[in-house]
């Protein structure tokens, strides 16, 4: 026989300490589940658009990687979000490159 568990309350789900504390909780992780969701789209959508500037540079004889591109993508990153922004950019760099 298996123990069951009862579902567990909005405020053990969320770390809150009251009711009203749970709702603004769990309506705001909605909402980031759905920014997530959007973020995501938009890293695919980058992913293939570099993939295109990426190819047409190959063909044409480049190389498959622009490095002052990356560093300017680097640095607006970084302007934008500090520190963390550039590892951000890093990790869509690395996301985007090779991909053909």
Known sequence: MTATTAPASAAERTGARTTEAAGVITG??????ALDDRII??????MA??????????????????LSR??????HYREALGKPGT???MTLLELCRGRI
Request: charged residues 35%; hydrophobic residues 45%; negative net charge.
């Open 70 to 75: 990356e560093m300017e993508v680097l640095d």
């Open 28 to 33: 705001a992780r909605e909402r980031i589940d």
């Open 41 to 46: 789209g938009l890293i695919q959508e980058r």
């Open 49 to 66: 658009v570099s993939a295109v500037i990426q190819e047409a540079r190959i063909t044409s004889g480049g190389r498959r990687v622009n």
């Open 87 to 89: 590892a951000l950019a």
